[in-house]
């Protein structure tokens, strides 16, 4: 696709749930980012995929999220037993192998509300 | 843990120059500065990057002093839509390096 696609793009769940966040990036990038942004806060990092590298999993907040790349494309974020401070905006980005290494692409975002 | 230091908030009059600050006192020789924004309720946008020298594009520029240790992004012509939050950001420019967002420089482009 032409943009790094993300979805739901809306998600309300009731706490307790698992929920799952899908990214699509654009074609061709091999190095795919997650990030969250909480209401009025700033972007904190969750976890990278470089290529065929181990993921960077440093940001994730606990062991109830996790993120698997498939085939070096898409990407699903899963939240498991969601509590209420897990609502927050969850953005995806990507970037390519080439000039400009540092411009990332990011998608709409998925926005997570926990009842 | 971010690198920079950057202004809360930040007011321009339409038409005019906006000129955004940002400290990075303990910039590495081999870290390049990096300035994205965010529009309300959008993802971030890239802006510019540079490691020394001053960068120009169609969105902006950027000028880093000649010690590294400090930045300025320049929007020549602030537009109302140019309200957003900007964010600098000191990195490796190596591929797959994590970004480290602060909570930037709220910029409010009044009428």
């Known amino acids: 696709g032409a943009g790094v696609s993300q979805s739901p793009s809306n998600k309300v769940t009731e706490k307790g749930k698992d929920v799952e966040l899908r990214c699509d990036p654009i074609s061709g990038h091999t190095a795919l980012y997650w990030y969250r942004q909480s209401l009025g806060q700033g972007l904190e990092f969750l976890i990278y995929?470089?290529?065929?590298?181990?993921?960077?999993k440093s940001g994730l907040p606990s062991d109830r999220f996790s993120a698997e790349r498939t085939g070096g494309s898409v990407s699903t974020l899963t939240i498991q037993r969601t509590q209420q401070e897990d609502s927050a905006v969850y953005l995806c980005a990507s970037s390519s192998r080439g000039r400009n290494t540092g411009e990332l692409f990011f998608g709409e975002g998925s926005r997570l509300t926990v009842l | 843990d971010a690198k920079t230091t950057q202004p809360p908030s930040m007011d321009c009059a339409e038409g005019r120059a906006a000129n955004l600050p940002c400290n990075h006192s303990?910039?590495?020789?081999?870290?390049?500065v990096y300035w994205y924004r965010q529009i309300h309720s959008q993802g971030p946008q890239y802006i510019i990057h540079g490691l020394k020298n001053n960068e120009t594009n169609e969105m902006a520029s950027l000028i880093i002093t000649e010690d590294r240790k400090s930045s300025t992004l320049i929007l020549p012509h602030a537009t109302l839509r140019d309200t957003a939050v900007y964010y600098c950001?000191?990195?490796?420019?190596?591929?797959?390096?994590?970004?480290?967002f602060g909570p930037g420089t709220r910029l409010s482009v009044l009428p």
């Open positions: 950001i000191v990195r490796v420019e190596s591929y797959g390096q994590n970004f480290v």
């Open positions: 995929f470089q290529g065929n590298s181990a993921p960077d």
């Open positions: 303990t910039i590495s020789g081999n870290e390049y």
